[in-house]
């Protein structure tokens, strides 16, 4: 099997998630966001191919790292090779992040038409959801680009069945003068 990078995988992020984190840079993304800061991820045909292994083997090898986070383009666009490859993470003990232009509930929604995007979610432990926005753009916000974008607890959003928001990073309306995004915090 193989996927679509926009680039090669880049190790010791912090500001992809939580932790020390090794991003995978997806290729393809329908939403097109003005104000995108990884506009040459969108076109679907673009990047290279990489076969799985290769993945692998890079993961196999990682040091000092806590997680490994799916990013792009958009992920979604690549569901299988991404929930793949985040089932192999996970048994090497990584926790696992995915940013998305899809709010969860389109994922949830598309995801009865197409198993490979629930397949994927599965193996996701945060998935910071919803298209970036120009003019909601927050440079205070923590892992995420601008306001309505959401940090969620995807594990316990699906047992709930509800939208579960990890309140940790989000910033308060105190000290941002806005309100939080839709969701349960905990």
């Known amino acids: 099997m193989q996927i679509r990078l926009a680039a090669y995988l880049q190790t010791d992020s912090i500001v992809d998630g939580e932790g020390i984190r090794t991003v995978i840079w997806t290729q393809g993304c329908p939403h097109h966001c003005l104000g995108c800061h990884n506009q040459e991820t969108h076109d679907v045909n673009g990047g290279a191919l990489v ?3 290769e993945i692998y083997d890079i993961i196999d090898n990682l040091e000092g790292q806590d997680g490994i986070t799916f990013s792009g383009g958009d992920p979604f666009v690549q569901p299988l090779a ?3 490859i ?3 993470a ?3 003990g990584y926790n696992i992040w995915s940013y998305t232009g899809y709010t969860f509930e389109e994922l949830l929604k ?3 038409k197409n198993q490979e995007i629930m397949d994927f979610l ?3 432990d945060v998935l910071v959801d919803g298209r970036f ?3 909601k753009k927050d440079y205070s916000l923590k892992f995420a680009g601008s306001s309505n974008q959401r940090i969620i ?3 316990e959003s699906l047992k709930q069945k509800k939208v579960i928001i990890l309140e940790k990073f989000m910033i308060t309306k105190e000290k941002s003068g806005r309100e939080h995004p839709p969701g349960i915090y905990v």
């Open 122 to 124: 599965n193996q996701i």
């Open 90 to 92: 996970r048994k090497k």
């Open 110 to 112: 598309d995801s009865q």
């Open 86 to 88: 985040a089932k192999y």
């Open 133 to 135: 926005i120009l003019s």
């Open 51 to 53: 076969d799985l292994e």
């Open 153 to 155: 607890d995807v594990k």
């Open 82 to 84: 991404c929930a793949t």
